[in-house]
């Protein structure tokens, strides 16, 4: 995908907008839970400056192209069912992202109706990127909700759990980042990814559906 300078230029701009929703999305289900803790930072907005981590957004553009954004801070002590409402507001980042990538889809399914091969170049980018928006952010949506802290699928387990499993899960939380990074690792020096096993067939199959094939 990061074959040429040309494809990394057009990649940016829907990963940058894949991002902003999905931390803006923390930000907007932690405030209507009742913390304004994003919205008082200035983190309840659509500026991906705002949201953008420098290492992490470095890491992204190299490979193995592994990258985060700035974390959108919660504070619990504003929520009324904190273990609930953290699943809720983990749960909003990636479910905005399914709803991109089926808009973006969407919008793709309808390009391909229109008679746009004499639109040159411009035309060409434009598809590419609207490709690229759904790839991307069922990446980003499938990737975040695997079950390892600090992704959100872990907040969304802890959430999901009793109580007491709910507490036993949480006291891995501090190997949490070693055991995601060792895992990418692993994936990144022996072609043996087994991210892309857990994430890539649902990534594939949501894409087929929502672009009708075109993916």
């Known amino acids: 995908m990061l074959s040429n300078p040309t494809q990394l230029l057009l990649l940016i701009p829907p990963l940058l907008f894949a991002l902003t929703i999905h931390e803006f999305s923390h930000g907007y ?117 695997i079950p390892i802290f600090p992704l959100d699928g872990s907040r969304v387990l802890t959430g999901l759990l009793p109580p007491n499993a709910a507490a036993r899960y949480a006291s ?9 990074l060792a895992v990418i690792a692993i994936g990144y020096f022996t072609g043996v990814s087994i991210v892309g096993y857990l994430i890539l067939p649902f990534v594939w199959t949501l894409g087929g559906l929502f672009t009708g094939g075109l993916l």
Do not use: C
Request: glycine content about 10%.
């Open 29 to 145: 289900a932690a405030m209507r839970l009742g913390d304004p803790t994003a919205r008082l930072l200035g983190r309840l907005t659509l500026n991906p400056i705002s949201h953008l981590d420098p290492i992490g957004s470095l890491l992204m553009l190299i490979p193995p192209h592994f990258g985060w954004a700035k974390p959108v801070p919660v504070d619990v002590r504003y929520l009324r069912q904190p273990r609930r409402d953290m699943m809720w507001i983990a749960l909003a980042g990636p479910v905005s992202n399914v709803i991109l990538a089926l808009l973006f889809g969407t919008l793709l399914r309808i390009l391909a109706t229109l008679p746009l091969g004499g639109g040159g170049p411009a035309v060409g980018a434009l598809v590419h990127m609207v490709r690229l928006s759904v790839y991307l952010n069922l990446i980003l949506a499938t990737f975040n909700m």
């Open 172 to 180: 891995y939380e501090r190997f949490g980042p070693i055991v995601l």
